[in-house]
């Protein structure tokens, strides 16, 4: 229907995001390829260009979306939130604080994580930041996400939420969030850094240590190899998505004084 957005694979398999609109056409050397012979159709239909040519429409996938959408900044890329999500156990109706939100690509794989039950909350120091984020979430989700909340709030002065399950840190200098973490996480949650320099990794893994509040602490970085499979050709691609960043996690627990402390209930 108008409004929506549909991805349009060429004979060849290129990927054209569009938005659906009655009197707009998608401009390819193969043709134009009107809008208004996709609307209505059903997933996967196909549809031809004026050269006679065969489109497929489909919905988009998340990773075809944030690949595409306006950006202002880089963006945590789909391999780097997808190995996120799985190490810090992110999970339905959890709630999950986002610094660091900028462009709002890993915020939409937050969302998709915690479902509707759950909620993300983002910290972002940057008004145009919130401002595009929003804008993102807004336009694939196809309206408002009920279950988001940006602050625009510097989180190394501390944090006003409470009762979270999951933090999420996208900034230059994660260590200096740590001393507001037993206020924040509750025991046996997940903090999680992403950080393009290893010494950055390096500094966030050492003060968590230090801290000696974290235990399974961990630091991955994905590379994505794709393979060309045709016939009998079977190889690996001449080009691979390599180092983007390096994922770092670590879950939060009691300190000793405050184990020694607790009272256990028969």
């Given at each position: 229907?108008?409004?929506?957005?549909?991805?349009?694979?060429?004979?060849?398999?290129?990927?054209?995001?569009?938005r659906?609109?009655?009197?707009?056409?998608?401009?390819?050397?193969?043709?134009a390829?009107?809008?208004?012979?996709?609307?209505?159709?059903?997933e996967?239909?196909?549809?031809?260009?004026?050269?006679?040519?065969?489109?497929?429409?489909v919905?988009?996938?998340?990773?075809?979306?944030?690949?595409?959408?306006?950006?202002?900044?880089?963006?945590v890329?789909?391999?780097?939130?997808?190995?996120?999500?799985?190490?810090?156990?992110?999970?339905?109706?959890?709630?999950?604080?986002?610094?660091?939100?900028?462009?709002?690509?890993?915020?939409?794989?937050l969302?998709?994580?915690?479902?509707?039950?759950?909620?993300?909350?983002?910290?972002?120091?940057?008004?145009?930041?919130?401002?595009?984020?929003?804008s993102?979430?807004?336009?694939?989700?196809?309206?408002?996400?009920g279950?988001?909340l940006?602050?625009?709030?510097?989180?190394y002065?501390?944090?006003?939420?409470?009762?979270?399950?999951?933090?999420?840190?996208?900034?230059?200098?994660?260590?200096?969030?740590?001393?507001?973490?037993?206020?924040?996480?509750?025991?046996?949650?997940?903090i999680?850094a992403?950080?393009?320099?290893?010494?950055?990794?390096?500094?966030?893994?050492?003060?968590?240590?230090?801290?000696?509040?974290?235990?399974?602490v961990?630091?991955?970085?994905?590379?994505?190899r794709?393979?060309?499979?045709?016939d009998?050709?079977?190889?690996?691609?001449q080009?691979?998505?390599?180092?983007?960043?390096?994922?770092?996690?670590?879950?939060?627990?009691?300190?000793?004084?405050?184990?020694?402390?607790?009272?256990?209930?028969?």
């Open positions: 229907m108008p409004g929506e957005l549909a991805l349009l694979l060429d004979p060849d398999g290129k990927r054209f995001l569009v659906l609109a009655e009197l707009d056409s998608l401009h390819h050397h193969r043709g390829v009107r809008h208004a012979d996709v609307i209505g159709q059903p996967g239909a196909q549809v031809r260009s004026s050269q006679g040519r065969l489109f497929t429409a919905r988009p996938r998340l990773i075809d979306y944030v690949l595409d959408m306006p950006r202002k900044s880089g963006i890329y789909p391999k780097d939130a997808a190995n996120l999500v799985a190490w810090a156990d992110v999970a339905p109706g959890q709630r999950v604080l986002e610094s660091g939100v900028g462009s709002g690509a890993l915020t939409l794989a969302l998709r994580a915690v479902g509707d039950r759950g909620q993300v909350i983002g910290y972002e120091a940057r008004a145009d930041f919130i401002e595009l984020a929003l993102n979430v807004h336009a694939f989700a196809g309206g408002p996400a279950n988001l940006i602050r625009e709030r510097d989180v002065a501390g944090l006003i939420d409470t009762e979270l399950d999951r933090m999420v840190l996208d900034l230059p200098e994660p260590w200096r969030v740590l001393p507001h973490v037993p206020s924040a996480l509750r025991p046996g949650g997940w999680a992403y950080t393009p320099s290893i010494v950055q990794a390096s500094q966030f893994v050492e003060a968590t240590r230090a801290a000696r509040q974290y235990v399974q961990e630091t991955h970085e994905v590379l994505l794709a393979w060309h499979i045709r009998q050709a079977v190889r690996p691609e080009q691979m998505v390599g180092h983007t960043g390096f994922v770092s996690v670590a879950r939060f627990v009691c300190d000793a004084r405050e184990r020694g402390s607790r009272t256990h209930l028969a």
